[in-house]
Antibody, heavy 118, light 108 residues
Framework: VQLQESGPGLVKPSQTLSLTCTVS??????????WTWIRQPPGKGLEWLGY???????SYSPSLKRRIVMSLDISANQFSLTLSSVTAADTAVYYC???????????WGQGALVTVSS | EIVLTQSPATLSLSPGDRATLSCRAS???????LAWYQQKFGQTPTLLIR???TRAAAIPDRFSGSGYGTDFTLTISRLEPEDFAVYYC?????????FGPGTRVEIK
């Protein structure tokens, strides 16, 4: 199983950050996993952002709930993240991950650094 | 939201030493749904332990997890040079899922 993040590395303040995670070796159509986004600001710890499930159901971090949307593209075997109205505080390495066995992250993407700057 | 507190923040040990890392939850973690991850500098986190005590695939048996309810422990029985890293606990028994702030295990 491999996951790979893709998207712009630089986003201007107040604009929207969009990332896609391409999954290989598994199917996002599987009902066994939660497809998850996690981020890590430079030099800091990990922050769970949310997940999307096969049915399209989602759960988001309360602190980001008003700005975040996650979705699945079953035909492309991808899932995506959009985060609106970004500020410098959203600068981080963004990881996509597969949550299995109820929610532990067994496979991760390599991470994508997104910098918010004008 | 469950807040996870990890202690100590930094652990200074020598290769061969035993490492004991603590993760305390602000409320009971449902079904002991607690995982531990290792993150080496500049690398992606790796799952070590899930469900508080179950080692993930291919994880050496010097790593063990214990605990239940609100108090959990990761033990590394004998530190190898490659074990010096940051360790995070993560609870997934209650939404929103949360991470602890991490414990850095450094070479003394």
């Amino acid at each position: 199983v491999q996951l790979q993040e893709s998207g712009p590395g630089l986003v201007k303040p107040s604009q929207t950050l969009s990332l896609t995670c391409t999954v290989s070796g598994d199917s996002v159509n599987s009902g066994a996993y939660y497809w998850t986004w996690i981020r890590q600001p430079p030099g800091k710890g990990l922050e769970w952002l949310g997940y999307v499930f096969l049915t399209g159901s989602t759960s988001y971090s309360p602190s980001l709930k008003r700005r975040i949307v996650m979705s699945l593209d079953i035909s492309a075997n991808q899932f995506s993240l959009t985060l609106s109205s970004v500020t410098a505080a959203d600068t981080a390495v963004y990881y996509c991950a597969r949550a299995a066995n109820g929610g532990s992250f067994d496979f991760w993407g390599q991470g994508a650094l997104v910098t918010v700057s004008s | 939201e469950i807040v996870l507190t990890q202690s100590p923040a930094t652990l200074s040990l020598s290769p061969g030493d035993r490492a004991t890392l603590s993760c305390r939850a602000s409320q009971r973690v449902n079904s002991d749904s607690l995982a531990w991850y290792q993150q080496k500098f500049g690398q992606t986190p790796t799952l070590l332990i899930r469900s508080a005590t179950t080692r993930a695939a291919a994880i050496p048996d010097r790593f063990s997890g214990s605990g239940y309810g609100t108090d959990f422990t990761l033990t590394i029985s004998r530190l190898e040079p490659e074990d010096f890293a940051v360790y995070y606990c993560h609870q997934y028994g209650n939404l929103p899922w949360t991470f602890g702030p991490g414990t850095r295990v450094e070479i003394k």
